[in-house]
């Protein structure tokens, strides 16, 4: 058997979102810098950091 098991990658948990999120290959050379789970939520942080939101 090849690869690795979904279950068994790191997660990490969105701070905008809350859902948890798995390491993707595309990940693979910046995973320590890599904070939200989507554009969409990385859109909405920076738009709440203008605004003055927390």
């Known amino acids: 058997m090849r690869g690795t ?3 068994d990658l ?3 948990t ?3 979102c809350g ?3 798995r390491w993707r290959k595309k990940w693979e050379k910046d995973w320590e810098a890599v904070t939200y789970c989507s554009e969409r939520c990385r859109s909405r942080a920076k738009a ?3 605004t003055g939101a927390s």
Do not use: N, S
């Open 10 to 12: 790191p997660e990490k």
């Open 19 to 21: 859902r948890p999120f």
């Open 5 to 7: 098991k979904k279950r």
């Open 14 to 16: 969105c701070p905008v």
């Open 48 to 50: 709440a950091r203008r």
